[in-house]
């Protein structure tokens, strides 16, 4: 099977590739198939935006299409960023920016606690759909910590590792990672949805 994935990401790419490569998946992006779709991530949750993703890559190409959208939900914000994870504070802002906006609006708070989420949403040109999901609990810290890997990753705090995500390496955070989680538990769906619809 050949998957496309709703990405431009190549480091997304890779890990998907390393993930599903034992399945005897293919997965390639959006330029290896000549498209380059664009999605408005006009939903509310991280199920819909990562389903609006996956199904217009798979309209678009007429192949298997995997998407994923992910956030930091911060429990003393209501939530927030949530969904809105990437554009945080305006598009004028980078990482460091947000980073500091969200520590900004969290002064003074004793209730740090917080999770990441991950949606990863399989679509399959006869309309079926997989989806998985994947949590990480943490707190976010009142300083950045670590400057390894992306985003939010300075601020979040994992409690059973005594370390933000930014301090791990990039396969220690993908063992507990609500992405690494999400993927894991997908390519268990995918392998069950393959077995069932063989021959
Ligand atoms: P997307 O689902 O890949 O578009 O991610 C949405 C946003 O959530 C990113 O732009 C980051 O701000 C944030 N985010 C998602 N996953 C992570 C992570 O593993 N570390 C830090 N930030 C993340």
Redesign the pocket.
Not at 68 to 72: A, E, K, M, R, T
Not at 149 to 153: I, L, Q, S
């Given at each position: 099977m050949k998957a496309v994935l709703a990405s431009r990401?190549p480091k997304k790419l890779k890990e998907m590739q390393a993930i599903l490569s034992s399945l005897g998946v293919e997965v390639v992006n959006e330029e290896d198939v000549g498209v380059n779709v664009e999605v408005e991530e006009t939903g509310t949750t991280f199920e819909e935006n990562s389903l609006l993703k996956a199904k217009a890559v798979t309209e678009a190409t007429g192949l298997p299409a995997i998407a994923?959208?992910?956030?930091?939900m911060v429990d003393a914000l209501n939530g927030a960023p949530g969904v809105y994870?990437?554009r945080y504070g305006g598009e004028g802002l980078d990482?460091a920016g947000?980073n500091k906006l969200l520590l900004e609006n969290l002064r003074g708070q004793l209730d740090r606690r917080a999770k990441?989420v991950?949606v990863v949403t399989c679509c399959f040109p006869n309309g079926d759909v997989l989806t998985a999901q994947g949590e990480c609990a943490g707190a976010i810290a009142h300083a950045p910590m670590g400057d390894g890997?992306?985003?939010?990753?300075p601020i979040?705090l994992v409690a059973e590792k005594h370390k933000t995500?930014a301090q791990m390496t990039p396969e220690e955070k993908n063992e507990i990672?609500?992405?690494g989680r999400a993927m894991a538990q997908f390519k268990t769906e995918l392998e069950k949805y393959l077995a069932a619809h063989s021959g």
């Open positions: 990401n994923d959208d992910s956030g930091l994870s990437a990482d947000r990441f991950s890997n992306f985003g939010y990753d979040f995500y990672s609500h992405r």
